[in-house]
């Protein structure tokens, strides 16, 4: 199996975070901070070995699946139309989460700041490409606003990740203001894409309704 440029820089990324694990092991603390709240507070802790090695595993998972899923879709023809923006968001994605991995070993190394402020600009930058995958995407069974509806129509497929791109794009937009305003960082992050994914998907059952009749009425 060839890999693609894209490929080798994602797998990259996963060695770097495994060799990060390895040169920092004896640095960490017994216990490390692992999560935080939405007042970007420590409410959780792992081992030092999970606190180190859970992120490169996962990121050792994904890469596998980022393998497999252009190899594997049964309309991998057109997935390869636009396989390069699949590609580019995946090393975003990881770069992403490299990015949280680090400041997780930054934190644990004695650093304070305000997690969710420095994370705001990375989730901005995810969504807003992440709006630009979807609007560039045709029908497959692995990407995208993957519904009843859209993936039994192309129409309804376009028509919905159209929409769906533009609100991911502004729900990037707004995910800019945890930056200023961290205490309320759920409202700018979460809140938008989760609206973005519920008026994508109503608006795809909308549009395969009238699909449906404008196919009965044409009879």
């Known amino acids: ?13 996963v060695i770097i975070s495994f060799i990060l694990g390895f040169v920092l092991y004896d640095r960490m603390p017994a216990q490390m901070a692992s999560h ?11 081992s030092r070995f ?8 996962i990121l050792a998972g994904l890469f596998l699946l980022f393998l497999a899923i252009p190899r594997t879709d049964p309309l991998k023809h057109n997935m390869e139309t636009f ?15 490299l990015y949280l991995y680090l400041l997780t ?26 709006g630009v995958l979807l609007q560039r995407a045709k029908r497959n069974m692995f990407i995208g606003i993957r519904t009843p ?18 609100l991911f794009k502004i ?32 608006y795809s059952y909308r549009e395969h309704v009238r699909e449906s009749r404008e196919g009965v009425s044409s009879r």
């Not at 376009?158 to 929409?163: A, G, S």
């Open 171 to 202: 729900a990037g937009v707004l995910s800019l203001g945890g930056i200023a305003f961290p205490s309320h960082a759920i409202y700018f992050v979460i809140a938008p894409v989760l609206l973005a994914a519920l008026v994508a998907t109503v």
């Open 50 to 57: 999970w606190g180190l090695f859970l992120a490169p595993i």
């Open 83 to 97: 396989r390069i923006h699949f590609e580019r968001f995946m090393i975003l994605l990881f770069l992403f989460l």
């Open 1 to 13: 199996m060839k890999m693609r440029t894209a490929e080798w820089v994602v797998l990259a990324i």
């Open 36 to 46: 935080w709240n939405v007042r970007s507070e420590v409410d959780g802790f792992m």
């Open 149 to 166: 509806w859209t993936l039994t129509s192309d129409l309804v497929w376009d028509k919905t990740h159209r929409l769906g791109g533009t």
């Open 105 to 130: 070993i930054a934190w644990n190394l004695g650093l304070r700041f305000v997690m969710i402020r420095l994370l705001a600009p990375g989730f901005a930058i995810l969504f807003f490409f992440c």
